[in-house]
């Protein structure tokens, strides 16, 4: 695949769309914040954010063998692989998930071939300013994801970018105490919304690094420009966090295959979409599961956006946000402080509180 299919994941908006977009665009200024304009659901994916995150962690199986690996630059390239590995799967063109409300909570697991499990829970902690916290255990198999993301958004023209904050680390306690792997994420940037197709980009640069083992990947996720350059295309390295001294090159796009090279040496495959299989993970019926639990909370919006039938999914997006509102205030109004379930702060971020 090239340019052409990367180009063919663009959205051509119709005129009602592009108008009612355009007419809450007017109202911003540059660099102003978009967090608290309420989007036209013909913008939004059928899921919410607490799991999109998920996303991160569809391919398990590049990582589950990693805590039993006794060579630290292996164990870290299995994490820069694991963590490049998720960011393919999207929506066509732009699309922004759900805006989770306070409470909002999404859990699952994931099963493997090897008789283990994986499970995930992901809470809204905070509203204003938006912040998820999450929270991924698989016990038998060393591994444990935990983390916060607090997406910013802002206008920047004929763009719209969500700068991707927040805290994530994995860690394999067991085999390897102390040992922790601090990632950030690349930012999110929405183009074409004044004029021209819409797509997705991601951009900026991100890290990887183990302060116990000395080591740090840097990778660039390059967007675009008007006369140069390629979609999706990423470049980084792998070096020995102390010295600079570069131990790999990394090399590609992730929406296509990405590469590792060592020295002068031959490229090889670090991971390729085509040739990988995403892990599905298992969620209760929506019948099962509490009120604010996302898919249950979201479905009647779920099922106007999927029917294609806006009216009714503004409709009902509306309820939603309008009895978030009425709790939030209620609970104000009788001095009663909001209480997370799944998690507790500590210091700017958020602790997992119960033994899942």
Not at 185 to 190: C, F, I, L, Q, S
């Amino acid at each position: 695949m090239g340019d052409d299919a990367d180009i063919d994941d663009k959205e051509v908006l119709d005129d009602e769309p592009k108008s009612i977009l355009l007419g809450i665009i007017s109202q911003l200024k540059k660099g102003g914040d978009l967090s608290r304009i309420t989007l036209p659901t013909f913008v939004l994916e059928p899921r919410s954010m607490t799991e999109r995150i998920t996303d991160f962690m569809s391919h398990p199986d590049l990582i589950l063998c990693t805590p039993q690996k006794q060579d630290p630059v292996g164990r870290f390239i299995d994490v820069v692989r694991y963590f490049l590995s998720g960011w393919h799967i999207k929506p066509k063109g732009v699309k922004k998930p759900y805006n989770p409300v306070l409470g909002e909570f999404f859990r699952c697991k994931w099963k493997f071939p090897n008789g283990t499990e994986a499970v995930y829970i992901c809470e809204q902690v905070s509203h204003h300013p938006p912040a998820s916290a999450y929270f991924y255990a698989s016990p038998d198999n060393d591994i444990y994801i935990e983390g916060d993301l607090m997406p910013k958004s802002k206008f920047l023209g004929n763009s719209a970018a969500t700068m991707m904050q927040g805290t994530n680390i994995i860690t394999f306690p067991r085999n390897h105490p102390g040992e922790e792997y601090f990632v950030t994420m690349p930012n999110v940037y929405a183009r074409g919304i004044l004029f021209g197709s819409m797509y997705m980009e991601l951009g900026d640069t991100v890290t990887v690094k183990c302060p116990k083992n000395d080591l740090i990947a840097e990778i660039d996720f390059k967007t675009k420009g008007y006369f140069s350059g390629s979609y999706n295309s990423i470049a980084g390295k792998i070096k020995v966090a102390s010295s600079g001294e570069v131990l790999y090159n990394i090399s590609g796009k992730w929406t296509e295959a990405m590469y590792l090279q060592r020295g002068n040496g031959e490229k090889t495959v670090l991971f390729d979409v085509d040739k990988e299989t995403i892990s599905p993970k298992v969620v209760a019926p929506e019948a099962e599961q509490e009120e604010f639990e996302s898919r249950r909370l979201w479905s009647k919006v779920t099922k106007g956006l999927t029917t294609r039938n806006l009216d009714f999914a503004t409709m009902e997006k509306t309820a939603i946000e309008d009895n978030q509102r009425t709790i939030v205030k209620d609970r104000a109004a009788k001095g009663i402080p909001w209480e997370l379930r799944y998690f507790t702060q500590q210091g700017e971020g958020w602790k997992v509180a119960l033994d899942l």
